[in-house]
Structures are given as C-alpha cells and as structure tokens.
C-alpha cells in the first residue's frame, strides 16, 4: 500500500483521550478502567483512529502556519470547492453550491441547532435504537424526549429498519422530527437506497423532518456504497439537514469542523440563526486548511486505502469471534469501524453479565465501550481502527483472558 498502516503510534502524552483518560478516572460505563500490571492499553473505545494522518493534511497546516498572523478570517473559496469536490467524486453529488453548505462546530451542535428549529422543548423526536450515545447525551441535555424504533435484525443478522413500529410511534407520540443516522452507528449499517426511500416517504407521509447524520459516509467497507439521504427524491432533499466532517474520515476531531448541507433555504436560513446564538460556532483557521488538505487527491487515495484497511480488520474481527468466541455474536458492519458485539449468549452460558465481560477485557488493556450507553442490554463496542497487529493482539488478549478463561 501507498500509506502506513503498520506503524504502531505511541500517543501516550499526547493529548488522546483514548489513551490518557483510561484508569484515569473511576469506571462509569463510559471510561475503561486501568489495565493491571504487565499490560498495554488497547485503545477500542473512542470512535478514533490510530493510524498516522494522511500526508497532505499535516503539510496543509504547516504551510498556512508559516504565516505568522491567525486573525479573523472568512472561508475561502477553496474550502468550498473542496468540499463540492468531494460529494461530486465520492458521492454523485450534483448541484451542491456554496449556499448550501454552513459550518458547524460539531455534528451534535448542528443536530440540536436543526432540532431548536424543528420542535418545541418537550417534543418527541423519533430515534432509532442501538441508539449512538450522543444523541441520546445532547438531545436530553436540551429538553427533547427521545421515541426509540428498536432495528431488528432479519434471518441474516442484518439489522433493518421497522416500518410499521417506525409510523406506529410517529402518529402515537406526534412526531414531526427524526434522527437518521446514515450509516448508521454503533452498528454499522449502511442503508440500502430502497430503505432511505421508504423512510423518507414515511416522513413525507407524517410531515417529519430529518437530521441526518452522514459523517460515516466515507468509512464504507469492501462491496458496499452510501447514498445520501438528500439524493433520493426531491422531497427527501428539502426535509433534510445532512451533517458531514472530514473528522471521522481523517482523524480531526482535534481540530473540530463540520458542516451541513442544507438545500431549503426556509430551514437554512434558521438553522444558521440558531447555530450562531452561541457566538461562537466559528471556524478554527487550521481546522479549514486541514480539510482543505484531507480533500485533496492525495486524501481521495488515503481514504480508499483506509476503507480497504477497515475491511481486513472487521473480517479478521468476524472470523475470529466465529471461531474462537462461542455464544458472541456480531451483525457483520457495512460501514464504521466499529463493532457492536452481543455478549448475551455466552453470558448467560456462563452465568456473568456484561460488567463482568468489560472488566475482563479492561483488566488485560483491552479497553472497550460499554454497550449499555448504545441501547445495547448485553454488549460492547468495539473500535477495529487500529493496526492489525493491535486487533490481533486484543483478541487474543480476550481469547486467553475473557471469553475462554
């Protein structure tokens, strides 16, 4: 391969918090506990990556920090081509202009802001479950009830979506918004065109409106493609606030940047007022270089080299839990890199439950998510963007220690 994939970081110091928050604080079902002595921290917690960045990113930053003066500034019309570009080539996206497209400090910002626009506090806002945590985190935080539609997994594992349980709830608890998550996290779902049309068409039906969240988008493994919910009718287009960051992609969380794509002016116009009612939803001059260099060619071939890494990782993930894990199962991801792992079986096997199975793992440096947070009773998360070596090094880590012990 054209990049490092190998190199095994050492972030310790350097401001990770998947690294230097673990043990650091009590164990609360969010932060891993220390690992005893004689073992290294895995970092599978935090949705993160531990591969070296793409080299025109770093090479971006550093040429606009040779100039010495970071006063105010606007985006460029570079940011924007960029980002144009990039839904062009990556996603079949036409006629995206400038407009359309609005800065965000994060995806969650941009989630409530649209939500602030939508509903009243003490709407009913429609989610799917597992539920990521942070929806559940920022939406409660800002007065909204959250309506879970369970996805059920068919006779191949495969979770989908519940449409008579998805209307049901729309019409029983009178929703007029919902979170799409496209792909969907923390199971790794990436939604078939034919799906995306009939959720939309359920919230056409309802007068729903959507916030989806995309900023998966470009992490879809070997085989399959993402649709943007925007792109499959006219109607979809001008009910949906779609949420994008390079952060996930390239690893900038750090740097903190996103962006919404939003092509019905009556919802831009507030979602925009609502973004900037904090004074401070505002650009960080190296996070917009940053994703300038992220799209660049050189950040198109990165991240194919990434989708193809994932890709070996998660079926080494799979084929070993088959193998070696009796009674874990895991709904093969589509996209993400992560994985959300069912316990329940080998639990209850084994008479231990799921804060026993997370103790193990973090006792022997493996540091998993407690899958509760997720909406999952009996599972864990698990982060697979790692060097091989570290995967296979985790799992027989768990092999020797936890589920074969």
């Not at 570009?85 to 800065?103: P, T």
């Not at 939604?191 to 729903?208: G, N, Q, R, S, T």
């Not at 199975?357 to 963007?385: E, I, K, P, T």
Request: glycine share 8%; proline share 4%; charged share 20%.
């Amino acid at each position: 391969m054209r990049f490092d994939w190998t190199t095994i970081m050492d972030r310790r110091g350097k401001d990770a918090i998947a690294i230097d928050m673990v043990g650091a604080v009590e164990p609360n079902g969010f932060v891993p506990g220390g690992p005893k002595e004689g073992f290294d921290v895995i970092p599978m917690w935090v949705a993160d990556m531990n591969f070296p960045a793409c080299p025109s990113i770093p090479k971006a930053i550093i040429e606009r920090t040779n100039h010495t003066a970071y006063g105010y500034f606007n985006p460029s019309r570079e940011y924007y081509d960029a980002i144009i570009r990039w839904h062009k080539i990556r996603n079949g996206v036409e006629g995206l202009c400038d407009e359309h497209i609005g800065y965000e400090n994060g995806v969650l910002g941009c989630v409530v802001s649209a939500m602030n626009v939508f509903c009243s506090k003490g709407d009913n806002i429609l989610v799917h479950s597992p539920t990521y945590v942070g929806f559940t985190g920022s939406l409660t935080n800002n007065g909204y009830n959250l309506v879970h539609s369970p996805l059920v997994q068919d006779a191949e594992g495969i979770y989908r979506m519940d449409f008579a349980d998805m209307e049901k709830k729309i019409v029983a608890n009178n929703i007029h918004a919902a979170i799409f998550c496209n792909p969907h996290n923390p199971t790794g779902r990436v939604w078939e065109k034919w799906e995306i049309e009939k959720f939309m068409e359920l919230c056409k039906k309802h007068d729903v409106f959507v916030v989806s969240d995309e900023i998966w988008s470009d992490i879809i493994l070997t085989g399959y493609k993402h649709t943007p919910s925007q792109s499959v009718s006219e109607d979809a287009k001008m009910r949906t606030v779609a949420v994008y960051a390079p952060s996930k992609t390239f690893n900038l969380a750090g740097l903190v940047g996103s962006y919404h794509i939003i092509y019905n002016k009556w919802i831009r116009d507030r979602v925009r007022k609502e973004s900037s009612l904090g004074h401070y939803n505002s650009m960080n001059v190296l996070s917009m270089h940053a994703l300038i260099g992220a799209y660049q060619d050189e950040g198109y071939a990165w991240a194919d080299e990434l989708r193809e890494t994932i890709t070996g990782n998660i079926n080494f993930a799979m084929d070993y839990i088959e193998a070696h894990f009796e009674g874990v199962k895991v709904s093969r991801p589509q996209g993400t890199y992560m994985l959300f792992v069912d316990c329940t079986d080998w639990c209850a096997a084994h008479g231990k439950d799921i804060a026993h199975v997370l103790q193990a793992c973090w006792d022997v440096g493996v540091a998993v998510q407690d899958g509760r947070s997720f909406h999952g009773a009996c599972h864990m998360r698990l982060n697979l963007a790692l060097p091989l070596s570290r995967v296979q090094e985790a799992f027989a880590r768990m092999d020797k220690y936890v589920f074969n012990a």
